[in-house]
Every structure is written in structure tokens, then in C-alpha cells.
T-cell receptor, first 114, second 113 residues
Framework: AQSVTQLGSHVSVSEGALVLLRCNYS??????LFWYVQYPNQGLQLLLK??????LVKGINGFEAEFKKSETSFHLTKPSAHMSDAAEYFC????????????FGTGTSLTVIP | GAGVSQSPRYKVAKRGQDVALRCDPI?????LFWYQQALGQGPEFLTY????????KSGLPSDRFFAERPEGSVSTLKIQRTQQEDSAVYLC???????????FGSGTRLTVV
């Protein structure tokens, strides 16, 4: 069985400060890991993904995440927050391969304070 | 089209009414998923299609929920005799390569009154 835990349902940072959104997963097989962002009244947009290979993955809008197998974590970071980063962020895990569903966390709402 | 299109964007249904939600995936995308997102929650899996074949429907919450994709392109999620607990955003996602990140539509917000 697979699951995702996102620590902190709400995170506030000052504009220009480091963004750190936490994600821990549970998976019985090597996972595929994803971060999605959701703006109000919109669908989910893929920020970045880890499937195999390099454990530090870079995504859009300056975000990156590092897959740490020993810690079963896939935390999302951005060195300097921008006002436009305010949104809901979802971490997801899948087994990959044919047709496997995604298991999403409950989301973290990011507020950026000017 | 360039993205996954869902219609309607908003739907208000009276309890007991049947509804049909449409998803137009990106042309050529083989895989199609439906997810249900309750307020303040992450999306939860409903069902999965590979072309026209419904390979997994384990997430459908009851037999009132039915999905189809008869020609392997457009998909319809039907909910019969809607209940208040069906109120949620219904998201459709499609992909050409399975498991490598899906493109999501903007969703249909269903409110059952």
C-alpha cells in the first residue's frame, strides 16, 4: 500500500525567504514521486517528478525536490519565495508502470507574506 | 486541444438528480484517470482507463458512480441519484506515457443541494 503525509497543512513565508514543504511517503516498491501545484479554481499543474536516476530533481518556477530513500522523504524547496508562489501544493506517489493511480497527500497551503 | 478540457466547470444538482461530467483528454493520450477532490483534501482516485478499457474502478464510492470512454477518447463520469456527500471537485487527468505525470483538467465543481 502507498500513502503520502504532508506535514503542515498551512505554511507561511516572507517574500524572498526559503520555501520548504515537507512530504513523506510509504511505498512497498520503488516509488515514483510528484509535486503538483493548484491555484484557486484550477486543476493540478505538475511542478516536478522523480522516477529514477538523479535524486535531486528540478522543476518549474525555481522549485526542486530531493528523493531521500533512507528518510522516505521528498521535500519541496525553493530558495526565494515569490508572491506568485502562493497556492496549494500536493505531493503524490505512484508505483509507476502501467496505469497505476496516484496517491495524494492532503495538501499544504502556502502563503507568501510581502 | 492543448490541454485536458472538462465540462461543465460548475454544476449544481438537486439531491436525487443524475449528472454527467465530461472530460476531453489531450489528443492521443492513452491513459485517463478520474479523481474526486473533496473540500480541503487531496484528490482521491476513482477510476482508470487505458484507451476504451476501464482497467480499474476500485475507487468508485458506490454503484451510483459510472464511467465510460467508449471510443478511447472522451470520457464521461455519471453519478446517479446524487447525494450531498457527492459534492466535490471531479478532476480528469490524461497521459500518453503511463505513470510519468499526468495533465489535469481544471475540474468540475459539483454541488448537491
Amino acid at each position: 500500500a502507498q500513502s503520502v503525509t504532508q506535514l503542515g497543512s498551512h505554511v507561511s513565508v516572507s517574500e524572498g525567504a526559503l520555501v520548504l514543504l515537507r512530504c513523506n511517503y510509504s511505498s512497498s516498491v520503488p516509488p515514483y514521486l510528484f509535486w503538483y501545484v493548484q491555484y484557486p479554481n484550477q486543476g493540478l499543474q505538475l511542478l516536478l517528478k522523480y522516477t529514477t536516476g538523479a535524486t535531486l530533481v528540478k522543476g518549474i518556477n525555481g522549485f526542486e525536490a530531493e528523493f531521500k530513500k533512507s528518510e522516505t522523504s521528498f521535500h519541496l524547496t525553493k530558495p526565494s519565495a515569490h508572491m506568485s508562489d502562493a497556492a496549494e501544493y500536493f505531493c503524490a506517489v505512484s508505483e509507476g508502470g502501467t496505469g497505476n493511480q496516484f496517491y495524494f497527500g492532503t495538501g499544504t497551503s502556502l502563503t507568501v507574506i510581502p | 486541444g492543448a490541454g485536458v478540457s472538462q465540462s461543465p466547470r460548475y454544476k449544481v444538482a438537486k439531491r436525487g438528480q443524475d449528472v454527467a461530467l465530461r472530460c476531453d483528454p489531450i489528443s492521443g493520450h492513452v491513459s485517463l484517470f478520474w479523481y474526486q477532490q473533496a473540500l480541503g483534501q487531496g484528490p482521491e482516485f476513482l477510476t482508470y482507463f487505458q484507451n476504451e478499457a476501464q482497467l480499474d474502478k476500485s475507487g468508485l464510492p458506490s454503484d451510483r458512480f459510472f464511467a465510460e470512454r467508449p471510443e478511447g477518447s472522451v470520457s464521461t463520469l455519471k453519478i446517479q441519484r446524487t447525494q450531498q456527500e457527492d459534492s466535490a471537485v471531479y478532476l480528469c487527468a490524461s497521459s500518453f506515457l503511463q505513470g510519468f505525470g499526468y495533465t489535469f483538467g481544471s475540474g468540475t465543481r459539483l454541488t448537491v443541494v
